[in-house]
């Protein structure tokens, strides 16, 4: 069964960047499956923000998209989240996932993400 | 822009009861693109239900999915202590590719 696990900071200046990485195990990060990011502001609900396939393919919300990059390492098996010029807004638990048929299927367990200065 | 509505917001029963959730899209929806998730406090959401009623792996058949139209049901069946959880739904939209989830229903317990 595949496992993912996110790592980062867990504090960001606002304005800043905000940068996390997804560690993938049990199953190769280029195998046939996207692989997204979704957050979930402190007692809201859940905002898928964008996906990759091990090709180079993303895909991401409109609303996030001039902000945000995800782009894979297939060396480390993971791929990461990037985005910019962060406000508290952006404050939230951050999930890695392995999409699945139309789905969003494993979850990683998530990361908070507090944007303060 | 597709909007998903569930409802009720909270839900209030006892265990063995039965669950019917509801979520209802404000455009056609393919039930392939539909998902539920079961999210408890302090946890990321499990998978139970893609493509409108197909259980997920691990998932007990005391839940279930359908599909009429635009609406979309989630029924749990003999509910048990663990079940009692927020819920949530999802679709897939494209062109662009996109998920979108609803605003969540509570089940609590009685």
Redo the contacts between chains.
């Keep these: 069964q595949v496992q993912l696990q996110e790592s980062g900071p867990g504090l960001v200046k606002p304005s800043g960047t905000l940068s996390l990485t997804c560690a993938v195990s049990g199953e190769s990060i280029s195998s046939d499956r996207w692989w997204?990011w979704?957050r979930q502001p402190p007692g809201k609900?859940?905002?898928?923000i964008g996906?990759m396939y091990h090709s180079g393919g993303t895909?991401y919300?409109?609303s996030l998209t001039s902000r945000v990059t995800i782009s894979v390492d297939t060396s480390k098996n993971q791929f990461s989240l990037k985005m910019n010029s962060v406000t508290a807004a952006d404050t939230a638990v951050y999930?890695c996932v392995a999409n699945?048929?139309?789905?969003?299927?494993?979850?990683?367990?998530?990361t908070l993400v507090t944007v303060s200065s | 822009e597709i909007v998903l509505t569930q409802s009720p917001g909270t839900l209030s029963l006892s265990p063995g009861e039965s669950a019917t959730l509801s979520c209802r899209a404000s455009q056609s929806v393919s039930s392939t693109y539909l998902g539920w998730y079961q999210q408890k406090p302090g946890q990321a959401p499990r998978l139970l239900i893609y493509g409108a009623s197909n259980r997920a792996t691990g998932i007990p058949d005391r839940f279930s999915g359908s599909a009429s139209g635009t609406d979309f049901t989630l029924i749990i069946s003999r509910l048990e202590p663990e079940d009692f959880a927020m819920y949530y739904c999802q679709q897939y939209t494209r062109p662009p590719p996109e998920y979108t989830f609803g605003q969540g229903t509570k089940l609590e317990i009685k």
């Design positions: 997204s979704v609900g859940l905002e898928w996906e895909n919300n409109p999930y699945g048929y139309f789905s969003l299927e494993y979850w990683g367990q998530g």
